[in-house]
Structures are given as C-alpha cells and as structure tokens.
C-alpha cells in the first residue's frame, strides 16, 4: 500500500523559509506527477506546485518566483523550497502523488507563518 508522509512543516516568521519533504513508500512505482496543495481554514484545496517525472513543473501565480518545486524519482521523494513566506501562505500542505489515473495523498502538514 502506498503511503506518502510529509515532513518539514512548522512555525516560521514572514520573510523566512521552510523545506517540505514528501516521501512515498510501500511501493516502487514512479509516479507520474507528484505535487503539494495546501489548505486553509475555511478556503478550498488549491494546487501550490507540482513536477512531472520528467521534470516539469508547475506553480500557482501566488507562489512563483518564491517556492521551487523538486523530486527524486529513484527515491520516490518530492520537495518544496518555500522561501519569503509571507502570513497568507499559513495553511496545512498536502503532498499528492497522481499515478495512472489515481490520487495518493499525505496526511498534511501545517506551515503557519507568523510573527
């Protein structure tokens, strides 16, 4: 059973950054695009970014030029580089993995930015 687990959230100040780290496990399928989307409380799930297994990416307008969007295939591993985060980016963030057609999700982590 496939299973992917977040790492990295937490407290940081606005101006400041964090690495989320997304590893999938229980299986050795590469998938076809792995990504992170966040939610806030009383807003929908939005897609942040996300990278094909050939490397190409994807980022929502909010986030570009900040966060960078990563991935180790062999390793089955996808990584967010947020930097100058500012309070709007508070919110739990998901890791996706999308694999013939079928979603995988993380449990989420909380990235809240505050000072």
């Known amino acids: 059973q496939v299973q992917l687990v977040e790492s990295g959230g937490g407290l940081v100040q606005p101006g400041g950054s964090l690495t989320l780290s997304c590893e999938a496990s229980g299986s050795n399928v590469i998938f076809d695009a792995m990504g992170w989307y966040r939610q806030a409380p009383g807003k929908q799930r939005e897609l942040v970014a996300d990278?094909?297994?050939?490397?190409?990416?994807y980022y929502a307008d909010s986030v570009q030029g900040r966060f960078t969007i990563s991935r180790v295939n062999a390793r089955n591993t996808v990584y967010l580089q947020m930097n100058s985060l500012k309070p709007e980016d508070t919110a739990v963030y998901y890791c996706?993995?999308?694999?013939?057609?079928?979603?995988?999700w993380g449990q989420g982590t909380q990235v809240t930015v505050s000072s």
């Open positions: 990278i094909t297994s050939g490397s190409n990416t």
């Open positions: 996706h993995g999308l694999h013939f057609g079928y979603n995988f």
